[in-house]
């Protein structure tokens, strides 16, 4: 991801996710005077949905005082956790830039997406796949602040570590 | 000061050194190959690398290469253009974009990526892999015949390559001593050579030999089973055909959930593999098999409702099979791996939550 200083604006659950929420910023940002942070609202307040279910997000963006934003991108990705290289699928994205677009989206915003029929939000062992949505805001320095909201599709229980001999 | 790091390694959860930095560096040693490719390409193109075999000391300028000795000698900086250009366009396509952005342009830089295979997704369904090659066999008595997938084979075809060619090698040494004998010289340093060569050639055969009594001493296993690909809370019917002779202190059949995941650990490519989840599904003791016979049983096997489907993406991979593990009275224990697909449950199927207002996610 990006250089700098990491935040936890992201999602709540877990550490993984605030980990991931990397704040590189702008000028301010770097000297630690500017502190984006995205509230994020789904739907569904479980944030738990199925297969081509409609997702709803609605976010605002706090804390970029008078810093000018470049661009924003929107996004609803997939990827993997655990012992393997990370795999990253986008199943929606949308890259926000020019004044207009950008005005429309910052700092307040929304959109909708229909969502796939997998892969299914999965808690392995060795092998995780987690769904989230994603908002990365670039400033006019070129840096970026990128936030992270998890959420989940079906409702698969955690595998376990099964490592009994063989019978 | 904090100097630049050019390479990352991956810690946990997260990874060391800068996005940026490590792109430079990449599509900087991927630039010096390209560079190095036109270069030395041009130079056996003018001819100023040219050698004459009949003056090694004058580097000259030499035509009349035949089509073949020119694409032998362009081969080297041919690849060193390709791989070092592939790079370079694969760094400036993904330069100053986010991962997002990167995983929704499709294409190249999933087709340069040396290190993960990128499984093809079952139509309609992201991630999940394609049973294209589980339902081109038909059964006799069910709909499919499930292939095989056995690590057995590609141990056994290893250690055919390694005897072959080692002998090969061994020969070569052997029947230039051999001349040697003849036209009255005595090599002996040749010699020396050729003795633990050859030992090590004959164990090379011995251990193929013995590899492959071993996995063709029990005979053919053949399943069958009634759909495919599978999905969670279905039950299918499946044929089980075990052909060989001896007899068999157990048998055992298993459905198995196997975590695989691809890793880099230094500069080496690494898998691991968990099974997270097996139930045994049918057992049987003693069992006698006659030569031109086999022992056939049918039986049912369910998959979990909430059980996850096949998952496979670049480094990672969740799948399903039926494994039949065999204990003999009088040879090593076998296991023979037949793999399976399983697809996400129909819609109708999932739970649904329950759902209120928006929810706040700080």
Not at chain 2, 306 to 331: K, P, Q, T, Y
Request: charged share 20%.
């Amino acid at each position: 991801m990006n250089d700098a200083a990491a935040t936890t604006n992201g999602d709540s659950k877990g550490i993984v996710p605030a980990l991931r929420a990397i704040a590189a910023g702008s000028p301010a940002v770097a000297k630690g005077t500017l502190s984006p942070r995205v509230v994020l609202q789904f739907d569904h307040a479980s944030r738990i949905y199925q297969p081509h279910e409609n997702l709803g997000v609605r976010y605002r963006i706090e804390g970029i005082d008078d810093e000018k934003v470049r661009a924003v991108e929107r996004s609803a990705v997939w990827y993997t956790e655990g012992k393997g290289e990370e795999d990253l699928e986008s199943h929606f994205f949308e890259r926000l830039f020019g004044q207009d677009a950008v005005n429309a989206a910052v700092p307040n915003g929304s959109f909708a997406i229909v969502l796939p029929s997998s892969p299914l939000s999965y808690e392995g062992v060795i092998v995780k796949v987690r769904w989230c949505v994603r908002v990365r805001i670039f400033f006019e320095g070129g840096k970026d602040f990128v936030s992270e909201h998890v959420f989940e599709i079906g409702q698969i229980p955690p595998a376990r570590n099964r490592r009994e001999p063989l019978a | 000061m904090k100097l630049p790091q050019f390479f990352g390694k991956k810690r946990g959860h997260r990874r060391t050194g800068s996005q940026a930095w490590g792109s430079f560096g990449e599509g900087f040693f991927y630039a010096v190959l390209l560079v190095s490719g036109f270069v030395f390409g041009g130079l056996v193109l003018s001819g100023t690398v040219a050698y004459s075999p009949t003056d090694p000391d004058t580097v000259v300028l030499q035509h009349g290469y035949d089509w073949w000795m020119w694409l032998l000698t362009l081969l080297l900086p041919g690849a060193l253009v390709a791989f070092g250009g592939s790079g370079v366009a694969r760094v400036i396509r993904v330069w100053g974009k986010s991962d997002e952005h990167r995983a929704a342009s499709m294409g190249l830089p999933k087709l340069l990526d040396t290190m993960g295979q990128a499984a093809q997704d079952a139509p309609g369904h992201p991630g999940v892999p394609t049973c294209e090659n589980l339902v081109n066999s038909p059964g006799t008595l069910l709909r499919y015949r499930l292939p095989l997938e056995s690590p057995e084979s590609w141990t056994l075809i290893g250690f055919g390559l390694f005897a072959m060619l080692w002998n090969a090698v061994v020969l070569v040494l052997a029947v230039s001593a051999g001349l040697d004998l003849l036209s009255g010289k005595t090599d002996w340093l040749l010699f020396m050579v050729l003795v633990p060569f050859a030992a090590v050639g004959v164990g090379g055969i011995v251990v193929f030999v013995w590899t492959f009594l071993l996995a063709t001493a029990v005979g053919p296993t053949q399943f069958e089973i009634s759909d495919h690909p599978l999905a969670p809370g279905g039950s299918y019917d499946v044929l089980l055909g075990q052909a060989g002779t001896g007899r068999f202190r157990t048998l055992e059949v298993f459905l198995e959930v196997e975590e695989l995941a691809t890793f880099r650990q230094g500069t080496d490519t690494r898998t691991e593999r968990l099974v997270v989840w097996r139930e045994r599904v049918k057992e049987w003791h003693d069992v006698e098999l006659t030569p031109g016979g086999r022992f056939e049983s049918r039986f049912m096997i369910d998959i979990p409702a909430d059980a996850m489907h096949s998952f496979a993406s670049a480094h990672n991979s969740v799948h399903w099979r039926i494994v039949l593990r065999g204990l003999s009275e009088s040879r090593p224990a076998f296991t023979r791996i037949f793999p399976l697909v399983v697809f996400p449950p129909p819609a109708p199927l999932l739970r649904r939550p329950v759902h209120s207002a928006w929810q706040v996610s700080p």
